[in-house]
């Protein structure tokens, strides 16, 4: 579906499809070095990451369960948006953002909400009753993003650095 950005309507129109992975995977792969550098400092993604990010799409790209898609201008990817179900102990479906990325220079225009849209729509579809997903506090443009489409922190993940432990 054709989409004009909800801020700038002279801006080339894109689509948000279904991923097609062998046409948009390397891109795919490619979003990835900056979504998971950005979002774990220190982190660097290597090619055995990738290899296995790619086998991993691959699987859930044949199941029901996972929704991989692409907002496209056309030529090429210019975003993603990997959201699957999840159980828990206290929901038994839940929508669960797994990934989500825009290119830089189409961010702060809408395209995150589209995603997020889709998202919340597709898991709406499948049953849940609500949708979750993991923010980074260090990107904190994504967290604004986020926020301002109307998702609240109800947990809080800590963590602690053990690589020291013992030493």
Same mark, same amino acid.
């Given at each position: ?6 801020? !700038?309507? #002279? ?23 900056? =979504?998971?550098? @950005? ?16 086998? !991993?799409? #691959?699987?859930?790209?044949? !199941?029901?369960?996972? *929704? ?24 038994? @479906?839940?929508? %669960?953002?797994?990934? =989500?990325? =825009? ?8 395209? *995150? #909400? ?31 993003? %986020?926020?301002?489409?109307? %998702? *609240? ?15």
């Amino acid at each position: 579906m054709a989409l004009e950005s909800p801020s !700038q309507a #002279r801006l080339p129109l894109l689509a948000v499809r279904e991923l097609n992975f062998h046409r948009d995977i390397e891109t795919i792969l490619r979003f990835q070095v900056e =979504i998971y550098e @950005t979002n774990f400092p220190g982190f660097r993604v290597t090619a055995t990451f990738l290899r296995d990010y790619r086998r !991993q799409l #691959r699987r859930v790209s044949r !199941q029901w369960s996972e *929704g991989l898609f692409v907002l496209d201008d056309g030529q090429q990817p210019r975003g993603f948006l990997w959201v699957g179900l999840i159980t828990t102990l206290i929901s038994p @479906t839940i929508g %669960y953002i797994k990934n =989500i990325y =825009i290119a830089p220079e189409l961010r702060g225009q809408g395209w *995150g #909400r589209e995603l997020l849209r889709t998202a919340e729509q597709w898991a709406a579809e499948r049953g849940a009753t609500e949708i979750e997903l993991d923010a980074s506090v260090c990107n904190e443009e994504a967290v604004r993003m %986020y926020e301002s489409a109307g %998702y *609240g922190t109800r947990r809080l993940r800590m963590a602690k650095d053990l690589r020291s432990f013992g030493a």
